[in-house]
């Protein structure tokens, strides 16, 4: 059973290799971001790179042409000093333009994946949570980094580079064909030859890079999860199991660089088998043609010069394409993020609301996560201003869902939820959002100190606002207990403390955010009764005056509520405050005496 579910796990992964042609469209797309650079470091980049490619060009011609032809074959030694010199300073010439060429292609490239991340972080942050039941934080984190970053040689070296070689080709052709063209038809008849090989091997060297990155986030998925869980690892102790799974998974990680890593080595030993023939040829003809008189020594000298410079290009060319392959490989899924959009949007005339009293109303609500099986039926509640208001039911009778919906986290599938009579896809979300805040059973607490922690509820707060929050919720005893006081660094998640005493903390961060709309998912459910005590007077400071929504299993923390729901597989069965729900009798009532006879028996 364990085999199969480990097995069940290994294709859990929405990741896949997508297959399409190559998308000239998406390259530009991609080269957009170049754009803000347009007039800065790009027109810099490009100017050193020509006149670094010119030099290039020019100096064979000074070496054979003009150096052999005319001073060495004249003997005409002040000849041969100055086109020397006229070399020397050539060479020098390209020397600084080349600096200048990789520092400034590097600068452009580390501001493009810079502004990318930050472009794919900031729109990932705007996504509906629908997006992320879908997809596991690795292969999120993936795409954030390790796809980013394998853009980077693209940016820093190939775009750049492809032009230069490109102009370097172009450039070396023309002045063989001058130089001669029958000698310059026969030294590049491999071309053709070699571009229909090399086209057959694209879309497989297209393909295992799409592999690769779909192995990498495989990989980094279940390294995600596993540092997340290694307690329940450990409790079960499934470390075996756990490490057979990675083993599969970062040997199909393995075995994808191997195939991707084969691909790109096939290519360059190509070219220099062609460039080897191109050699070949211009021994055997060339010598045939200086023989005849229709070549000079020095235009056979600088065709050989220009011939071992014109594969050089087309080798880079071949990594260039590699490189290219990778990035669009990494683009395509970094565009499909990008591309993806909210599945609660916000509508482009959205309403700001002001001076919310926090009266929340449910019209004929339905609700389907997988638009299969209802987690809402017909729902019609109404959530008055300034009430605290519990919902209580078993697993899955839809008492999240319900609150979900009030922070418009999100749609309705049918009807509507409203805030002060208007319909939440009307408001501007951040207008919403800020005047709700949750209190989670599993609160999160950031890597960082006490106070930053408290303070995430309102990053304007002073330090004696955020000491005025945890005072009168009951966490300012505890935290000046601890050594560094307010200024204790917490680990991810809060390990350093208590289950009770991070409750403490998320309920000093939601008052400091003082919403009007306050909702208490289990938020007291892993706090002991002796620490729950202790807070009921910062709760009931934290409830007062704003629309209170409590979810609680312990139905003792609920009986002063004004209004209690009772739910059950999606549907309102009862509501009414608690004497009135248990003079009826009926579910709460059965709720309530299974819930104290549990407690009885322990």
Same mark, same amino acid.
């Given at each position: 059973?364990? =085999?199969?579910?480990?097995?069940?796990?290994?294709?859990?992964?929405?990741?896949? !290799?997508?297959?399409?042609?190559?998308?000239?469209?998406?390259?530009?797309?991609?080269?957009?971001? /170049?754009?803000?650079?347009?007039?800065?470091?790009?027109?810099?980049?490009?100017?050193?790179?020509?006149?670094?490619?010119?030099?290039?060009?020019?100096?064979?011609?000074?070496?054979?042409?003009?150096?052999?032809?005319?001073?060495?074959?004249?003997?005409?030694?002040?000849?041969?000093?100055?086109?020397?010199?006229?070399?020397?300073?050539?060479?020098? !010439?390209?020397?600084?333009?080349?600096?200048?060429?990789?520092r400034w292609m590097n600068e452009l490239g580390q501001h493009i994946i810079y502004d990318i991340r930050k472009a794919l972080f900031k729109h990932i942050q705007r996504l509906s949570h629908r997006f992320f039941d879908q997809r596991?934080?690795?292969?999120?984190?993936?795409?954030?980094?390790?796809?980013?970053?394998?853009?980077?040689?693209?940016?820093?070296?190939? !775009?750049?580079?492809?032009? /230069?070689?490109?102009?370097?080709?172009?450039?070396?052709?023309?002045?063989?064909?001058?130089?001669?063209?029958?000698?310059?038809?026969?030294?590049?008849?491999?071309?053709?030859?070699?571009?229909?090989?090399?086209?057959?091997?694209? *879309?497989?060297?297209?393909?295992?890079?799409?592999?690769?990155?779909?192995?990498?986030?495989?990989?980094?998925?279940?390294?995600?999860?596993?540092?997340?869980?290694?307690?329940?690892?450990?409790?079960?102790?499934?470390?075996?199991?756990?490490?057979?799974f990675f083993n599969r998974v970062n040997t199909d990680n393995f075995e994808s660089w191997k195939t991707a890593t084969k691909m790109n080595a096939m290519f360059r030993p190509f070219v220099e088998m062609a460039s080897a023939i191109g050699a070949v040829v211009l021994i055997w003809y060339g010598s045939h043609l200086y023989q005849t008189g229709a070549v000079t020594i020095g235009v056979f000298v600088s065709f050989a010069f220009y011939l071992g410079m014109f594969w050089e290009p087309i080798s880079r060319l071949g990594q260039v394409y590699n490189q290219l392959l990778v990035g669009m490989a990494s683009s395509e899924r970094i565009f499909e993020f990008l591309d993806e959009k909210p599945s609660v949007p916000e509508k482009e005339n959205a309403k700001t609301i002001k001076d919310v009293r926090g009266e929340i109303v449910f019209k004929g609500v339905e609700f389907s996560y997988d638009n299969k099986r209802k987690a809402l039926h017909e729902v019609n509640l109404t959530f008055k201003a300034g009430q605290t208001i519990a919902l209580v039911g078993h697993t899955g009778s839809g008492k999240s869902t319900i609150v979900n919906l009030m922070s418009r986290f999100y749609d309705p599938t049918k009807g509507s939820v409203t805030l002060d009579g208007v319909d939440l896809r009307d408001l501007k979300l951040d207008d919403l959002r800020t005047n709700v805040s949750y209190v989670l059973q599993d609160t999160f607490i950031f890597a960082g100190t006490i106070m930053d922690n408290i303070r995430f509820g309102k990053p304007t707060a002073t330090d004696e606002e955020v000491i005025s929050a945890a005072k009168a919720?009951?966490?300012?005893?505890?935290?000046?207990?601890?050594?560094?006081?307010?200024?204790?660094?917490?680990?991810?998640?809060?390990?350093?403390?208590?289950?009770?005493?991070?409750?403490?903390?998320?309920?000093?961060?939601?008052?400091?955010?003082?919403?009007?709309?306050?909702?208490?998912?289990?938020?007291?459910?892993?706090?002991?009764?002796?620490?729950?005590?202790?807070?009921?007077?910062?709760?009931?400071?934290?409830?007062?005056?704003?629309?209170?929504?409590?979810?609680? =299993? *312990?139905?003792?923390?609920?009986?002063?509520?004004?209004?209690?729901?009772?739910?059950?597989?999606?549907?309102?069965?009862?509501?009414?405050?608690?004497?009135?729900? /248990?003079?009826?009798?009926?579910?709460?009532?059965?709720?309530?005496?299974?819930?104290?006879?549990?407690?009885?028996?322990?």
């Open positions: 059973m364990q =085999h199969t579910e480990k097995k069940a796990r290994f294709h859990y992964s929405t990741e896949q !290799v997508i297959e399409k042609p190559f998308n000239w469209m998406q390259m530009l797309r991609l080269l957009g971001y /170049m754009k803000p650079y347009a007039w800065t470091l790009l027109p810099k980049t490009i100017i050193v790179m020509l006149l670094a490619t010119a030099v290039r060009l020019i100096v064979p011609i000074f070496i054979g042409v003009y150096a052999l032809d005319r001073a060495i074959d004249q003997n005409n030694l002040s000849l041969i000093y100055t086109y020397a010199g006229i070399v020397l300073a050539l060479y020098l !010439v390209a020397y600084v333009a080349n600096v200048f060429r990789i596991s934080g690795g292969s999120i984190l993936v795409r954030v980094i390790n796809d980013v970053n394998s853009m980077q040689d693209l940016f820093t070296n190939g !775009v750049v580079n492809l032009l /230069m070689d490109i102009i370097m080709l172009v450039g070396i052709i023309i002045i063989l064909f001058t130089l001669s063209p029958e000698l310059a038809i026969l030294v590049l008849i491999v071309l053709p030859i070699m571009f229909m090989i090399s086209t057959q091997l694209r *879309r497989k060297i297209r393909r295992s890079w799409q592999t690769v990155r779909v192995r990498q986030s495989k990989l980094n998925s279940h390294l995600n999860e596993s540092i997340q869980g290694i307690r329940v690892t450990q409790a079960y102790s499934q470390e075996k199991e756990n490490m057979d919720i009951g966490a300012h005893s505890f935290i000046e207990r601890l050594e560094e006081g307010y200024k204790t660094e917490v680990e991810e998640k809060g390990n350093v403390l208590s289950v009770g005493e991070r409750q403490l903390l998320s309920f000093a961060r939601a008052l400091l955010a003082d919403p009007k709309i306050l909702i208490l998912d289990e938020a007291t459910a892993s706090i002991d009764t002796e620490t729950e005590l202790t807070i009921q007077a910062g709760l009931k400071k934290l409830l007062h005056n704003r629309t209170a929504i409590m979810i609680a =299993h *312990r139905l003792s923390t609920i009986r002063d509520a004004d209004h209690i729901i009772v739910l059950d597989h999606g549907e309102v069965m009862e509501a009414g405050a608690h004497d009135e729900l /248990m003079n009826k009798q009926g579910i709460y009532f059965k709720l309530v005496q299974s819930q104290y006879a549990a407690m009885t028996a322990e």
